[in-house]
């Protein structure tokens, strides 16, 4: 059996082409149920698509033809957004912004914006076209500045100004393996608080205070889910590095490992098990990783119930946080249906989370105010624990997100 036509309907935004280039069938080429359903995933993996359906017509007249019809439900895909709010881990916030993820139908995204709060203001724009060959090769460019206040995020005592420009490429290996490529400039001014912690004076005393970086990005990525919002079928696995390259200001590498798996319970529930961890070091000239690269634990997006940025090691005078070298989190999450609504908006998501992690840092201070490596790093004894409910609002003016 053969396909005639190909007809997508509701598509009132999104050129045609932008969602033929998802199909894996073609007019001409032999119906092929894989590929057929592997197409709608393709297509309702698309941000600016929120639901689609594909009906399959015999020709009238001829038993070995069929068309196909492609019918798609656009989601809200650009907005501008102005306004001020509050926000447990940042303050008084205030943003401006145009985010466009389905550019004039085209399926290029753009993003402008300048955001603030009580520790950073940052100006950013990115572009990134998901065809910039007719192989499905992605391209990004995306730059930079921010100015943050470190002490305002309760965390090592110091202020930098940096800004920087990246490019990158995503090559499509197969259908779920994607390799991603990229190269930047970034350069850093560090200035110290009013009451420094002993590791940023350490580091600026051996270092310095401004860098000029150079450097390689390379990302492998696996991905099954059945959509990249709200999933509940499939799993997402990335390995990604980070290093700066050989005579830089500083040369430094950083590794990642994140996982997300979706398992189907029943039919309306969904189990979420996930996974991230991170390692950083420096390497040549430099001892460490850089104290303003290093990772935090504690929050929304990490072990939910405890303080933003407020696990691992902590300075020996100041008490605040310092961060750490290695951050091993992860969790699992029950997703369920919101009770008493017969059918909830697909643009909300309730579940009952455990959360799991820490930071830990090589070097950190101990009480004898010596450094030494062989009482500390990796301690499972130290990882922490949380349990509670999570509600996430793909709200109009942008996501939400609570936690009990």
Partial sequence: VYVR?????????????????????????????????????????????????LET???????????????????????????????????????????????????????????????????????????????????????????????????????????????????PLTEVNTLRLGIGYNSIDLKVGTSPSLDVLEFIFKNGNEFDNFSLTASFSHDTRNRTVFATRGSAQTIASNITIPGSDLEYYKLNYDTKFYFAMTQDLTLLLHSDIAYGDGYGDTDELPFFERYFAGGLRTVRAYNTNSLGPRDLLSNDPIGGNLRVVGGADVIFPIPFMEKPPSSVRLSAFLDIGNVFLDTAPTFDNQWNAGENGFDASQLRMSTGLSFVWLAPIGPLRFSY
Wanted: glycine residues 8%.
């Fill in 5 to 53: 036509r190909i007809t997508f309907f509701g598509n009132f935004k999104t050129r045609d082409e932008v969602l033929r280039r998802e199909m894996r069938l073609m007019e001409g080429s032999v119906l092929a149920s894989d590929k057929l359903e592997r197409s709608k995933i393709r297509i309702q993996r698309l941000s600016y698509i929120e639901e689609i359906e």
């Fill in 57 to 171: 017509r015999p020709v009238p007249g001829t038993d070995n033809q069929v068309d196909i019809d492609v019918t798609v439900t656009e989601r809200l895909s650009g907005s501008f957004n102005i306004g001020a709010g509050f926000s447990q881990a940042q303050g008084l916030l205030f943003n401006v912004g145009l985010t466009q993820e389905n550019l004039m139908g085209t399926g290029q995204s753009l993003s402008v914006s300048v955001n603030t709060d009580r520790a950073n203001t940052v100006y950013s724009i990115s572009h990134t076209e998901p065809f910039a060959t007719v192989d499905g090769i992605s391209r990004t460019i995306s730059a930079s500045y921010r100015k943050r206040d470190a002490a305002e995020e309760e965390i090592a005592n110091y202020l930098s100004n940096s800004y920087g420009i990246s490019l990158s490429y995503g090559i």
